[in-house]
């Protein structure tokens, strides 16, 4: 759930209180990218929270690990 005033979004849970992100920098994860960014990077969720991973296209299967976290969204490159 997203909330916030003017305009702003947040991440919040269930009861529209703000919490933090449910990735950390350094852990990894096995994702599907489910859509494309307008920068073209691929799109994955970890519990609704959008994270990034470029070089990669919808429906890929990849492993990836978490660079950077920001209030909305995360950052992640693909392990190899």
Do not use: L, Q, W
């Given at each position: 759930?997203?909330?916030?005033?003017?305009?702003?979004?947040?991440?919040?849970?269930?009861?529209?209180?703000?919490?933090?992100?449910?990735?950390?920098?350094?852990?990894r994860y096995k994702v599907k990218?489910?859509?494309?960014?307008?920068?073209?990077?691929?799109?994955?969720?970890?519990?609704?929270?959008?994270?990034?991973?470029?070089h990669t296209k919808v429906g890929?299967?990849?492993?990836?690990?978490?660079?950077?976290?920001?209030?909305?969204?995360?950052?992640?490159?693909?392990?190899?």
């Amino acid at each position: 759930m997203y909330g916030g005033k003017g305009g702003k979004r947040k991440f919040t849970g269930d009861k529209g209180r703000r919490m933090e992100a449910p990735v950390k920098v350094g852990e990894r994860y096995k994702v599907k990218i489910e859509s494309m960014g307008k920068g073209g990077d691929g799109i994955a969720r970890i519990k609704g929270f959008v994270i990034f991973v470029p070089h990669t296209k919808v429906g890929d299967e990849v492993e990836i690990v978490i660079n950077s976290v920001k209030k909305r969204f995360a950052f992640a490159e693909i392990i190899e």
